[in-house]
């Protein structure tokens, strides 16, 4: 055999020996060091629905706020049995950025984790409430999220009432025209949904309470702001309609303010 054949042949059998050693590491998959994280399934919680005005004295703080005793429970499946926590949040309907509540499942079984919480509601903040319970391994893996709804209302509830309305009786264009509610709700402000203004030509505007919009001052004082930018307007007597919503879908009374604009 030439030395270009002697060559020829060592490449095929280099080639060859590789591949093998290849096929052999790779069989029968990739190699994973972490393994299967844990897996949450039958959550139960209870209560799942609560009614203000249906709790007992003993569940009631002061006038305005609601006790609740909630009990959950979920099963956790692992491979590694290496469960390092089992955790869940209670978030509000109103901002999934700060939770009404956290904490930890402790284990009550051999798969089994649950929890006794005390969790508060103020009387007014009624909506849907999302439990959500994840467990976490010593690895850091994380399992799929378990979730249910707690449905917290009023019951009757009365509806929000506007106090006051702090506007002028005049204005002179060109003006930024502020016009202020001053809304309660004996729920709670907390239960106030919305307040809106309808202008003259019809327009229905929402007035804010965040300390920021429309320049609101303090955020959730129960005065509820809207400004308008009047450049110019036709001479005469304007009505302004007020009304407030809350979270039960009752209204108040609409409230009226009469502005005039006066001429040049």
Known sequence: MTTCGRTR????????STLWLAACDSAPGVY?????????????????????????PDQVIGDSVALIELSIQVQVADGEDDVEAVRFVVNTPFDPFSP??????VQSGADTYSVEESIVIKRGNEGRYTILVYAVD???SLSNQARGILDYSLGAGRAPVIEAIEAPDSIRPPVTL??????????????????VVTAPNGGTFDM???????????AGDGRYTARFDVPSAEPGTF?????????????SEIVTKDITVLGL
């Open 138 to 140: 010593a690895e850091g």
């Open 32 to 56: 994973d060091s972490q393994g299967a994280p844990p897996r949450v399934s039958g959550l139960a919680f209870s209560p799942d629905r609560v009614v203000f005005d249906e709790l007992r």
């Open 9 to 16: 042949t060592a490449w095929v059998i280099l080639i060859v």
């Open 239 to 251: 009505t302004f309609r007020f009304q407030a919503f809350d979270r039960s879908g009752l209204s």
């Open 100 to 105: 009404l509540a956290t904490g930890e499942l």
């Open 208 to 218: 804010f309470d965040d300390g920021e919009t429309l320049g609101d001052e303090v």
């Open 178 to 195: 502020a016009l202020i509610a001053v809304v309660s709700d004996p729920d709670g402000l907390g239960n106030i949904a919305r307040v």
